[in-house]
T-cell receptor
Framework: DTGVSQDPRHKITKRGQNVTFRCDPI?????LYWYRQTLGQGPEFLTY????????KSRLLSDRFSAERPKGSFSTLEIQRTEQGDSAMYLC??????????FGSGTRLTVV | AQSVTQPDIHITVSEGASLELRCNYS??????LFWYVQSPGQGLQLLLK??????LVQGIKGFEAEFKRSQSSFNLRKPSVHWSDAAEYFC???????????FGGGTRVLVKP
């Protein structure tokens, strides 16, 4: 297993466009988490899944954000009508019951 | 309110000197505790974690951390810093198994030659 994969690594988009990010967790991990990190800050929790069920969403996750994990494997995070304030690093992590949280390298979003 | 605090935003240390990074938490019960390191533009790498037992935890890259219940602290230490330790360090907690990690604001470590 190569760990948690995120695609793309970088995304530049114009304000108002929609973007979608993908996360492939470690295969035996049943929990998957999304975080957002802005420059100089710690990661902020967005949402998490146990298998295909979305168990918690942060207040940071506005109506323009949606996340899915349709078959309990990979997950997607979509941002509609992007705004400049959405520019950040989006991190995905997965874990199993042993509390081993493994992070991907992130997707850096720049909204111009 | 529940929180994780890293009081030092930046620390500059000379290569070969010791390093200590502070982390305090405010939760009703003792959470599970973690330290992560992040190099520029990269994801987060786990240095060590504490769930229970011995309060002095050994991690990778020569790091250790000590849990002090009375002070609600989980400070990270390294006896002798290398230039490659320059990075951002994050303390994180989990309140219950399987729940989300909550991170502190991070401490950026600069290493002088």
């Amino acid at each position: 297993d190569t760990g948690v994969s995120q695609d793309p690594r970088h995304k530049i988009t114009k304000r108002g466009q929609n973007v979608t990010f993908r996360c492939d967790p470690i295969s035996e991990h049943n929990r998957l988490y999304w975080y957002r990190q802005t420059l100089g800050q710690g990661p902020e929790f967005l949402t998490y899944f146990q298998n295909e069920a979305q168990l918690e969403k942060s207040r940071l996750l506005s109506d323009r954000f949606s996340a899915e994990r349709p078959k309990g494997s990979f997950s997607t995070l979509e941002i509609q009508r992007t705004e400049q304030g959405d520019s950040a690093m989006y991190l995905c992590a997965s874990s199993s019951t042993d509390m081993g949280y493994t992070f991907g390298s992130g997707t850096r979003l720049t909204v111009v | 309110a529940q929180s994780v605090t890293q009081p030092d935003i930046h620390i500059t240390v000379s290569e070969g000197a010791s390093l200590e990074l502070r982390c305090n938490y405010s939760y009703g019960a003792t959470p599970y505790l973690f330290w992560y390191v992040q190099s520029p533009g990269q994801g987060l790498q786990l240095l060590l974690k504490y769930f229970s037992g011995d309060t002095l935890v050994q991690g990778i890259k020569g790091f250790e951390a000590e849990f002090k219940r009375s002070q609600s602290s989980f400070n990270l230490r390294k006896p002798s810093v290398h230039w490659s330790d320059a990075a951002e360090y994050f303390c994180a907690v989990v309140v219950a198994a399987g729940n989300k990690l909550t991170f502190g604001g991070g401490t950026r470590v600069l290493v002088k030659p």
